[in-house]
């Protein structure tokens, strides 16, 4: 009996029973009656309904969101890395499966799935070119890189897997960013990098305005705006870890991971760094080298003051 009602249960010893719930408690009487009419001790439970809230206006930006991945573990002349395949395909999973992104595939060896693995310097120039080529106007672009990093003469480089010990066959970073990231037609490009030496590159400081109470009309006039941005691993000219044998990810990767499935409201690039900058400090490595992460807009690229890359999460967060 609920509230000296007969219930009939199914085969499996089941019922169903609905109740009106509103934001008091509501209570619920439970006792079983048996075949001579004897009643079990009365359970009463009360429950409530949950407390919900309005419901935001859901941010749509137009265009389309690209993400372009890479990760090189098997090197020909470097040290193998453990990471960053591993790294490549969570990150590529992720925003794909939460925040709506397309995922870009190889131009060239389509059996290595659906992102760059194991890729050569051949390999990312192409695929970088032919993206800067097809994305339009209000499209943005989010490309991920871990692998080994080098330096020369203050700049910073990609090693792909066929680089050699010399520069001649690295991709300098600088490169990239002027020569393909800031003719590209996209409105936002974010180029995120998870290997040595990254932050040489040259970036001068967003000017993202802070958060204000108008939150949604502050983000649209963000989209507005073209940004070309740049998230490394470790500011300056530093060495980063691969693995710390705690996780099978980076520390970055997998901070990176853990604060994008937190998310269930639209996030800024800046507002991601932040949150990178503090999660980044539960590695007593890191902060025994003075390793941590550096954000900003790049420098001769034409990003515009207050634009951002912004996140915008299709459903509710993970833990």
């Excluded at 037609?185 to 990254?198: G, T």
């Excluded at 590159?201 to 009309?217: D, I, L, S």
């Excluded at 300056?236 to 980076?250: C, M």
Aim: hydrophobic share 35%.
């Amino acid at each position: 009996m609920v509230n000296d009602r007969q219930i009939n249960f199914d085969d499996e010893g089941r019922f169903n029973y609905s109740v009106s719930l509103d934001q008091r408690e509501t209570a619920l009487a439970l006792y079983v009656v048996d075949q001579n009419g004897r009643a079990s001790k009365q359970c009463v439970t009360k429950i409530r309904a949950k407390r919900t809230r309005d419901v935001k206006p859901q941010l749509r930006p137009s265009g389309n969101y690209y993400a372009l991945i890479i990760g090189n573990n098997d090197y020909a002349e470097w040290p193998d890395l453990k990471a960053p395949v591993d790294d490549a395909k969570a990150v590529a999973r992720l925003l794909h499966d939460r925040y709506g992104f397309h995922i870009i595939p190889p131009l060239f060896d389509k059996t290595r799935g659906q992102i760059l693995i194991d890729a050569t310097r051949d390999e990312i120039i192409d695929t970088l070119y032919k993206v800067r080529r097809e994305l339009k106007r209000d499209d943005r672009l989010l490309i991920y890189y871990a692998g080994h990093g080098s330096i020369d003469n203050g700049t910073a480089y990609w090693v792909p897997v066929n680089g050699k010990k010399y520069p001649g066959q690295w991709i300098a970073l600088d490169d990239i960013l002027r020569n393909i990231v800031k003719p590209m037609s996209a409105k936002h490009v974010l180029v995120i990098s998870d290997s040595c030496f990254a932050g040489a590159v040259a970036m001068t400081p967003p000017r993202v305005p802070p958060p204000g109470e108008r939150r949604e009309e502050q983000l649209r006039d963000i989209l507005r705006k073209r940004s070309r941005t740049v998230l490394v691993s470790a500011e300056g000219a530093k060495e980063t870890p691969d693995y710390l044998g705690v996780d099978r990810h980076s520390p970055f990767a997998q901070t990176f991971i853990k604060v994008l499935n937190r998310q269930s409201d639209p996030l800024l690039g800046e507002e991601l760094f932040k949150y990178l900058r503090q999660g980044m400090k539960a590695f007593p490595e890191l902060r025994y080298h003075g390793l941590r992460p550096g954000y900003k807009a790049i420098r001769g690229a034409d990003h515009e003051e207050g634009g951002d890359f912004v996140f915008v999460p299709q459903g509710p967060a993970a833990f």
